[in-house]
């Protein structure tokens, strides 16, 4: 599709190659509420404009890019690689990693443009990898919808807000979800996301076990099924940091349900973990108890188990993430 590029401008085009889209997003180039245009394609009639910068692999890349998010701004010194391009990279990139706040998102590649346009001819500086965030197996794909990303921009929202009052805490555990969504092993998956979960509920030392299965029945509704489902959550993320076997902790079951058990505890407690730092980063009033130590604290040690399931709203029901178990053909 062709767009026509302001006369001076530096832009930022972050890329999704052959990536499943809802129907809505495959026609027409709409702007996001922030400002951002969301567009089927690159936004130039021949993409070969830009091989001698881009080189013939990365233009492939682009060819069978199917998603694009774009920004652009007036400059009277496009030439100049400056902060303002450091800007647009980071808040598109930012809103690349939360959009992977929810599950089912499926693509092959994805790349982050930096470039100016001088006469409407636009030219690219930067063009970089992203980094590839893995389903977990078993995992259902999902059209990407407006609504998907008018809530990550949301997201990016909350994130910001968490940074400038130095929410240290809240935003390393946000990383590291973010880093178990880019591991590939089920077992190291599901060792960060019960990590990242701590980071919330923020334990006393040497009650982490109880107080885990306890705390995460704020965020998952409480019965005795999820009581069990997060202790064999947290034993196999304990497996894990010894460095044994993930499935330990799921010995009772049978010899071949225990790889499917262990991968269906991974997207229970992934689908818990981005849940709650989704709410975290929606809602102003539940956010200002993260903020700091201290106001994680008086959440869980002050508050009455009832008090905080109002802040916190409909718990989330983890138990109906079903088993997945692979056929074998004989």
């Known amino acids: 599709m062709a767009y026509q590029f302001q006369n001076k401008s530096k832009f930022a085009l972050q890329t999704f190659n052959n990536v499943h889209v809802h129907n809505q997003l495959k026609q027409e180039a709409f702007r996001l509420s922030d400002g951002i245009r969301v567009m089927p394609g690159v936004p130039v009639h021949n993409l070969g404009v830009w091989k001698e910068w881009l080189g013939s692999i990365r233009m492939e890349n682009l060819e069978v890019a199917n998603l694009v998010l774009f920004v652009e701004e007036p400059s009277d010194n496009p030439e100049i690689f400056d902060d303002v391009y450091e800007r647009l990279g980071d808040d598109l990139g930012r809103l690349f990693h939360l959009m992977h706040l929810r599950s089912g998102i499926e693509y092959h590649g994805a790349d982050l443009l930096l470039g100016s346009s001088e006469q409407s001819t636009p030219k690219i500086w930067r063009m970089s990898r992203q980094p590839t965030f893995f389903p977990s197996k078993g995992c259902r794909r999902a059209p990407v919808t407006k609504e998907w990303l008018e809530d990550a921009i949301t997201l990016c929202a909350g994130v910001i807000t968490l940074e400038t009052n130095k929410a240290e805490r809240v935003i390393r555990g946000l990383d590291t979800l973010l880093k178990g969504l880019k591991e590939k092993a089920g ?12 980071a919330l509920i923020l334990p006393d030392e040497g009650k982490t076990t ?5 705390r995460c029945q704020t965020f998952a509704r409480a019965d005795h099924d999820t009581q069990s489902l997060l202790q064999e959550a947290f034993k196999m993320r304990s497996a894990t940091e010894h460095l044994h076997p993930w499935d330990n902790a799921v010995q009772h079951y049978l010899v071949e349900q225990r790889e499917a058990v262990c991968w269906q505890r991974t997207r229970q407690i992934e689908h818990l973990a981005c849940d709650a730092y989704s709410r975290v980063l929606r809602n102003a009033a539940l ?17 009455s188990d009832s008090e905080r399931r109002s802040l916190w709203g409909d718990p ?3 138990t109906l993430g079903p088993l997945v178990q692979e056929r074998v053909t004989l």
């Open 210 to 214: 109880k107080q885990f299965t306890h």
């Open 187 to 198: 077992q190291n998956r599901l060792h960060q996301f019960v990590r990242s979960l701590e």
């Open 316 to 318: 989330l029901d983890i």
């Open 287 to 303: 956010r200002k108890h993260f903020v700091t130590d201290d106001a994680i604290a008086n959440f869980w040690k002050k508050l």
